[in-house]
T-cell receptor, first 116, second 112 residues
Framework: DTGVSQDPRHKITKRGQNVTFRCDPI?????LYWYRQTLGQGPEFLTY????????KSRLLSDRFSAERPKGSFSTLEIQRTEQGDSAMYLC??????????????FGDGTRLSIL | SQQGEEDPQALSIQEGENATMNCSYK?????LQWYRQNSGRGLVHLIL?????REKHSGRLRVTLDTSKKSSSLLITASRAADTASYFC????????????FGQGTTLQVKP
């Protein structure tokens, strides 16, 4: 399967701990997006990369959150000092960059984070 | 923040019936997309309609777009139990980032 893969699928941790998620996009896709989804809501944009450059970050992304995409391939999202409100599904998506953004995004199955 | 609202929030129909979901948005767009999400899974792209298009078909799916009303609808014809899922509309931010702004979704249940 050459789709978007995310690891781990589930993460349970205690409040205050740090967590890191990984996303492997479709290999030829130059754009990579992170979204957060809480129960009963649609995904909310967090940040995106074009190749290795992080070009936009949402105000939702507090200073406890950091994302990287070294070498423009896989990406990691780290949350430091987790809080109860961080409990959510974290979704990664990739696409081909194009003028006007008219490209569908391919999503992974997400990492579900539960903070105890 | 969410782009807009979807209506209805939940829909329950019998297999074979048609399902219509509506989406409203707030800002100018380049395109509008519809995605499906099965429980506990990621989103799957269904169809993309550009701002200069009014209607688009893909198999049993029909999407309309009215930019003057800032609204879109998704029609699924001859529904099947396998269509049971949440459906989301998403708009881009009219820039070149490609980032998507999602609605709250419609949960569709198709009873066999």
């Amino acid at each position: 399967d050459t789709g978007v893969s995310q690891d781990p699928r589930h993460k349970i941790t205690k409040r205050g701990q740090n967590v890191t998620f990984r996303c492997d996009p479709i290999s030829e896709h130059n754009r990579l997006y992170w979204y957060r989804q809480t129960l009963g809501q649609g995904p909310e944009f967090l940040t995106y990369f074009q190749n290795e450059a992080q070009l936009e970050k949402s105000r939702l992304l507090s200073d406890r959150f950091s994302a990287e995409r070294p070498k423009g391939s896989f990406s990691t999202l780290e949350i430091q000092r987790t809080e109860q409100g961080d409990s959510a599904m974290y979704l990664c998506a990739s696409s081909l960059g194009a003028s006007g953004g008219n490209q569908p995004q391919h999503f992974g199955d997400g990492t579900r984070l539960s903070i105890l | 923040s969410q782009q807009g609202e979807e209506d209805p929030q939940a829909l329950s129909i019998q297999e074979g019936e048609n399902a219509t979901m509506n989406c409203s948005y707030k800002t100018s767009i380049n395109n509008l997309q519809w995605y499906r999400q099965n429980s506990g899974r990621g989103l799957v792209h269904l169809i993309l309609i550009r701002s200069n298009e009014r209607e688009k078909h893909s198999g049993r799916l029909r999407v309309t777009l009215d930019t003057s009303k800032k609204s879109s609808s998704l029609l699924i014809t001859a529904s099947r139990a396998a269509d049971t899922a949440s459906y989301f509309c998403a708009t881009d931010d009219s820039g070149n980032t490609g980032k998507l702004i999602f609605g709250q979704g419609t949960t569709l249940q198709v009873k066999p």
